[in-house]
């Protein structure tokens, strides 16, 4: 969960650098949207919405492909209610960020009868170091593009780091730094080059991280009570998950233990429409 919240906060903090990247768009007039659309809500942990002029980019972090419900069909969903929403052009791009050999990222579309729907997909593993190097804004994720010597790549990001002026910008992208390294590099060796002052100079590295265990916390718990009610009660129908899905913290540790006492699905409905507004 720490790189969702990572790559969230690169894109939002620096849209600019992320749209020239992504679609060599030198724009300087763009607007970070809300994530959180019609219906269901969308998951804001992951993904960011830049809109440019007349048309949105809609970036989708990943780790791994896995994803439930796959991602294909999220990215059909995510587009369908963005354009019901926005009615312009949008650009879909999938970052899958850890190297793997896995068929699911080599997927660009979705596929279904006679439904066809394209996006752009970029494996970082893949990606020649040089564009990344050259931005700052783009460091964090040089560590993780193609290199015979990683190491050495490691090493030239960290010499890069160390160029920036700013204290603040140093300390925050030495922090993104840090975390993202760590899906390619031993902790140990990522410290030996990154040094503990410049991390300090990182005003916005801890409320991200704890951003990121707050929500890995609501993650499980939410895990847990889908597969307890489950076995309690039969499958949970989509409508009450996603009413589950919206519970604070707080609130599904207190379903967790009324579900104990339930013996029909008709419990579950009465028990959120006396807990949610």
């Known amino acids: 969960m720490d790189y969702d919240n990572i790559c969230k906060y690169l894109a939002e903090e620096y849209p600019s650098e ?9 724009a300087t007039d763009i607007q970070v949207l809300k994530t959180e659309l019609s219906a269901e809500p969308i998951r804001a942990d992951s993904l960011t919405l830049l809109q440019t002029g007349n048309r949105i980019l809609h970036i989708e972090f990943q780790t791994l492909p896995a994803s439930d419900p796959p991602l294909p069909f999220r990215m059909l969903d995510y587009w369908v209610r963005l354009y019901r929403q926005y009615r312009c052009p949008i650009v879909q791009v999938v970052i899958f960020l850890k190297s793997t050999t896995s068929e699911a990222v080599f997927i660009e ?3 279904a009868t006679n439904t066809r729907h394209r996006y752009r997909v970029i494996r970082l593993w893949e990606q020649e170091p040089a564009p990344l190097l050259a931005n700052p804004a783009l460091l964090p994720f040089a560590t993780l593009a193609k290199s015979n010597t990683p190491n050495d790549l490691l090493e030239q990001v960290v010499a890069q780091i160390d160029m920036i002026e700013e204290p603040e910008q140093r300390g925050n992208l030495a ?3 840090e975390v993202l390294a760590g899906l390619r590099f031993s902790e140990n060796l990522i410290r030996q080059f990154l040094r503990e002052e410049v991390m300090q100079e990182s005003v916005t590295y801890q ?5 990121g265990r707050r929500e890995g916390k609501k993650e499980e718990a939410l895990s847990l009570i889908v597969r307890q009610l489950a076995r309690r009660l039969g499958a949970v129908d989509q409508q009450m998950q996603v009413r589950i ?3 604070p913290i707080a609130q599904l540790e207190e ?3 009324a579900l104990l006492d339930f013996t029909a699905p008709t419990d579950l409905a009465v028990w959120l429409e006396e807990h949610q507004s």
């Open 18 to 26: 992320f749209v020239s990247w992504l679609l060599s768009d030198e």
């Open 109 to 111: 579309q979705f596929a």
């Open 175 to 177: 922090a993104c730094v």
């Open 207 to 211: 409320s991200i991280i704890q951003k």
């Open 245 to 247: 899905q919206q519970l």
């Open 255 to 257: 379903l967790g233990e």
